[in-house]
């Protein structure tokens, strides 16, 4: 079994975040703060070196201000349209 960091939805899942962060005018260290977080926790998740679980994801998702249920059917969306 493939760890689901090297898939291509979890590529997608990534990008949607670093996408959310920016479009929340965000900054990494911005949104490090924001959690009390080092600064490297979002960098190694944004750089796949590191998954995030899904209470982190909830958190990550709060944090940024968007709904953690539209951007999980968001991220399928566009996973089924890069089929």
């Given amino acids: 079994m493939t760890k689901s960091v ?3 939805k979890y590529q ?8 959310a ?5 965000l900054n990494q260290r911005d949104l490090s703060e924001k959690m009390s977080r080092p600064q ?3 960098s190694k998740y944004e ?6 679980d899904v209470v982190e994801f909830l ?8 709904d953690s249920v539209d951007f ?6 566009a996973c089924s349209n890069r089929d």
């Fill in 6 to 8: 090297f898939t291509r």
């Fill in 12 to 19: 997608i899942f990534r990008e949607m975040l670093i996408q």
């Fill in 21 to 25: 962060r920016k479009a929340a005018g």
């Fill in 40 to 42: 490297s926790f979002i």
């Fill in 47 to 52: 750089q796949g070196e590191r998954r995030l």
């Fill in 59 to 66: 958190e990550v998702a709060e944090n940024l201000g968007i």
């Fill in 72 to 77: 999980i059917r968001e991220l399928n969306k």
